[in-house]
């Protein structure tokens, strides 16, 4: 018998779906979702995910081993389709029998998904329209992440608020949709949950947990910053690809600045091509992030956080985060119900 018996119905599809306890997914976070947060969510009844970023296939081989090591429960591994070694990294999950594949950070390059479903696993990918999500439903992935743009790190240009106006009436009756961006608290959980998502996925409330490995200064960031804090990177010249990111203001924001005019003289001066400039930026932050978070450099490095970082106050188990969602996602079902 479930503690949160409304919440748990309106979450069954979901968990169902990811194996787990609740439809609670801890996003994958690059540096922050390695084997001690990845297995500590899975094992209070969450579903982590490790995020690959850009490990070689060797490393992501030795993370799943480990976060096996500390839990029995199912996890998944979040993969960047524009890493270079792509299908090499599938194929370590498959040797694995990893059961669930997040595609992440673009258009699944051709044969991923069915490279994926190949070893029987499921495959969960992201998509900024309807039409692309169809597509890609068509194509055999199993479920669609919405994340808006007040989540942390990279980000679209819609608000969740919005994008789950759109997405979940037209595909949660049929699909598994889980909805990202900006969830602090239980309450808004309920909200999606009602409009049809099939469960959430969190990152930041999670990224300054008792057992996340990021530094304690990227953590005290986190604790002293209000929602307004968390801004989106701006893009200083239209040709330059560069997808906007949301951290925390800091000396860091300017340095993404100059880095941008840099790459864009590099173009000009015709020593980078478009491909190579988009790398160099992914670059940029890969490394800001990590000063961030493994150095607890906040001054120059990259502290990516959503706008619900205003909402994380202290340090708290994992157990206790996901226990206090779902006390205030059941309390909020309740109080409709009472008015029904
Ligand atoms: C520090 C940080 C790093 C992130 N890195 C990744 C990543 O490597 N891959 C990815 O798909 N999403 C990444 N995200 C997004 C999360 O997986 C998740 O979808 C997002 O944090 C949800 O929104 P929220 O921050 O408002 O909870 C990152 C988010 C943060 C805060």
Redesign the pocket.
Known sequence: MTAYPKSAALMARGAAFLGSEHAIL????????ERNLVSAISNAGGFG?I?C?AMTPDLLDAEITATRGLTDRPFGV?L?TMHPMLFDLIAVTARHGVSHV?L??GIPPKGSIEAIKAFGAKVVV?APTIALARKLFRSGADAL?I??S?????IGPVS?GVLAQEFLPALADEHIVFV?????RGEAMAGYLEMGAAGV???????AAAESIAHPDFKKAFFRANARDAIASVQVDPRLPVIPV??LKNKGTEEFTAKQIEVAQAIDAGTLDMTAAQLEIEHFWAGA?RRA?IDGDVEHGS???????GLVTAELPVATIIANLLGECETALDKRLQFA
């Open positions: 801890c996003g994958a976070m690059s540096w922050v979702s995910v995020a970023g979040n960047i997040v992440a950070g992201f992440v994340e808006g007040e989540a942390g790190g990279h969740t990202a961006g900006g969830i602090g996925q969190l990152g930041t409330r999670f990224a949301r951290a992030l978070v502290v990516m956080a959503g706008q619900s970082v």
